[in-house]
């Protein structure tokens, strides 16, 4: 992109600088700063590495195609260990060129205050992965955005694209590792061209003071698809998101999955939106949302059918541990053509005493019990991620299934 071109970008983003988001409790941007660089890196990763771990994050890059690692606004690890992919900071991207079209195409710059801090704060930092046409990458691309500095806002911009026939998996790990409040305020943009598909999985595990704001934009060409696992299992300040796919090309597809446990006095707003744009189009949205404390919990999906054909599904369950917690859900379906399939289905309650009761007759404590139904319900169905990456969700699920 030319000067004039970002010039253009930085101006439309400070007119939006404050301009609050449709959902979410709001928050002032402007009382977070970019942190100066860390005295060592070094010392930051040797100490968050069990962290790191939790989220999926291994320093070795053992069982990885590559690696991107930012710590608060600087990438101190880009490294790519297979053929057929690129793997490098965003900086370097809009210097080379190849990242001219998608900028800020799926997301705009302008859409709220926290988009226009990504542009406004990011340092352009933030990952940029390509997989070449016809590439199949087998093992995931790993990137972790890990913030260590107390009132710090990070603000990274992430661009993924897949390449016609390609396949990519990516694996973010998140994380805070300090005692004051931040802001996470993540912008990512994903292009899955024709036949492609891409499997992203996003793995949180912030502080109980950081506010978190991620913004995603997905476009699905032709007979692609897009595969989302989202996870959250530790209390957080806020955490409002409603990643947006298109699907514009003719069979694409789209699968959004999220498990995400709110306790403390976390509140959350966590959202899904497809829209169906193309002939033969599907989608499908699964949400599980278990509320502890003083918790609260907004889930909202929201499948749109703008063609002839086209299949989508809503699934949305809750589970409140605590009278002081709160759930709220609200799928919809929006039909803006005659020939669709359009369902959804969505139920909140308590575990249930009978199974509690049926449980601790075979031998198990009232705790053993409650973590069993806990850990049976937040089961989502994980398609297209490694079997090591599986067992790790799983391992994490059944954490904190126990500490509920």
Request: negative net charge; glycine residues 8%; charged residues 25%.
């Amino acid at each position: 992109m030319n000067e004039v071109e970002l010039e253009e970008l930085r101006k439309r983003a400070e007119a939006a600088l404050s301009k609050p988001a449709a959902y979410g409790p709001d928050v002032d941007v402007t009382q977070f700063s970019v942190p100066p660089p860390p005295t060592s890196y070094e010392e930051i990763l040797s100490a968050s590495s069990h962290l790191l771990a939790s989220v999926g994050v291994d320093l070795t890059g053992r069982g990885s195609a590559g690696t991107y690692l930012q710590v608060d606004e600087e990438a101190v690890e880009v490294e790519v260990r297979t053929p057929g992919l690129r793997v490098l900071n965003l900086q370097q991207a809009l210097e080379e060129g190849i990242v001219d079209g998608y900028l800020w195409r799926a997301v705009p710059v302008d859409a709220d205050k926290y988009t226009a801090a990504a542009e406004l704060f990011g340092r352009r930092q933030g990952y940029v992965v390509i997989v070449e046409r016809g590439a199949k990458i087998e093992t995931p691309v790993q990137t972790c955005l890990l913030m260590s500095a107390p009132g710090a806002i990070q603000a990274p911009h992430n661009i993924v694209i897949v390449e016609e026939g390609a396949e990519l998996h990516v694996v973010t790990g998140c994380l805070t590792m300090m005692e004051r409040a931040g802001l996470h305020a993540g912008v990512s943009e994903f292009y899955v061209k024709r036949g492609g598909k891409l499997t992203y999985t996003m793995i949180h595990a912030w502080d109980e003071q950081t506010h978190v704001r991620p913004r995603t934009g997905v476009v699905v060409e032709e007979g692609g698809q897009y595969i989302s696992h989202y996870v959250n299992m530790t209390p957080t300040a806020s955490l409002q998101t409603d990643p947006k796919v298109w699907l514009v090309g003719r069979g694409a597809r789209a699968y959004l999955s999220s498990v995400i446990v709110a306790k403390g006095d976390s509140v959350m707003d966590v959202g899904g939106t497809v829209y169906l744009q193309a002939p033969d189009t599907s989608a499908e949205i699964v949400s599980r949302a278990v509320t502890k404390d003083r918790a609260e919990m907004i889930a909202r999906s929201l499948i749109s059918a703008e063609a002839p054909g086209v299949r989508g599904h809503i699934e949305c369950d809750g589970l409140l541990l605590s009278n002081q917690s709160r759930i709220l859900t609200l799928p919809a379906l929006d039909a803006k053509h005659s020939d669709v399939q359009l369902s959804h289905e969505a139920a909140v309650g308590k575990l249930s005493e009978d199974q509690i009761f049926y449980l601790m007759s075979r031998g198990f404590s009232e705790d053993e019990a409650t973590s069993m139904l806990v850990r049976g319900f937040m089961e989502v169905k994980l398609e297209g991620i490694p079997d090591e990456l599986r067992r790790q969700i799983e391992m994490a699920i059944s954490m904190a299934a126990a500490g509920l």
